[in-house]
């Protein structure tokens, strides 16, 4: 069984900062990449980040929405990939998804709420 474990999440001002992680555990194929993603109420589910696996060379892509804002990092030693949010804004509210990408299938987090709110 995989299982992705997702935290950091809350409530926060805006302007603040948040830093989401993400911990897999369980055997599953060689990952390829990690990324969040995020669904707002009434909209669908979009990508904020995503960091290759593969190679020592990092490779990111990032929403244009957050670009300058959102930083994403892996530990792969420990199965870990953050999320590192500066200068939220209210539309940056909602729930927060990890998503672990393999070579054979992908995993999702269960989800945690951010609320940017004052």
């Known amino acids: 069984q995989v299982q992705l474990v997702e935290s950091g999440g809350g409530l926060v001002q805006p302007g603040g900062s948040l830093r989401l992680s993400c911990v897999a555990s369980?055997?599953?194929?060689?990952?390829?990449?990690m990324g969040w993603y995020r669904q707002a109420p009434g909209k669908e589910r979009e990508l904020v980040a995503t960091?290759?696996?593969?190679?020592?060379?990092?490779?990111?892509n990032y929403a244009d929405s957050v670009k300058g804002r959102f930083t994403i990092s892996r530990d792969n030693t420990k199965n870990t990939v953050n999320l590192q949010m500066n200068s939220l804004k209210p539309e940056d509210t909602a729930v927060y998804y990890c998503?672990?990408?393999?070579?054979?299938?992908?995993?999702w987090g269960q989800g945690t709420q951010v609320t940017v709110s004052s």
């Open positions: 998503k672990w990408t393999t070579f054979v299938r992908d995993y």
């Open positions: 960091i290759s696996s593969v190679t020592t060379y990092i490779r990111t």
């Open positions: 369980g055997n599953f194929f060689r990952t390829k990449a």
